[in-house]
């Protein structure tokens, strides 16, 4: 079974940073590119980040580009998010998904998802 647990949300206050993290198993992590997406109640799924299975290539919503970064360790199974300068509108859950190959997928391509981390920016 595949598995993708997030970790690393929390309470923050506006211009705070958090760090997640996501371990994956059940698959072949390098043969994968990761995604990190947020949900908000009463908004459709929103794309936030993206790293191809070796790492080279990152790619970033408008909305994050220059505040965020996505890593990966594929010797430990993990992907990665830094946010830093964190907004009220960043307040969302933040979810974790891979999908197989080695190039940017849409979001309907990602065959496996976690359950989410919480993520509170207070004003």
């Known amino acids: 079974q595949v598995q993708l647990v997030e970790s690393g949300g929390g309470l923050v206050q506006a211009g705070g940073s958090l760090r997640f993290s996501c371990a994956a198993s059940?698959?072949?992590?390098?043969?994968?590119?990761m995604g990190w997406f947020r949900q908000t109640p009463g908004r459709e799924r929103e794309f936030v980040a993206t790293?191809?299975?070796?790492?080279?290539?990152?790619y970033y919503a408008e909305s994050v580009k220059g505040r965020f970064t996505i890593s990966r360790n594929n010797a430990k199974n993990t992907v990665y998010l830094q946010i830093n300068s964190l907004k009220p509108e960043d307040t969302a859950v933040y979810l974790c998904?891979?999908?197989?190959?080695?190039?940017?997928?849409?979001?309907?391509?990602?065959?496996?998802w976690g359950q989410g981390t919480q993520v509170t920016v207070s004003s």
């Open positions: 998904a891979a999908v197989r190959g080695g190039i940017i997928a849409g979001i309907h391509n990602y065959s496996y």
């Open positions: 059940g698959l072949t992590f390098n043969s994968y590119t």
């Open positions: 790293i191809t299975w070796r790492g080279y290539t990152t």
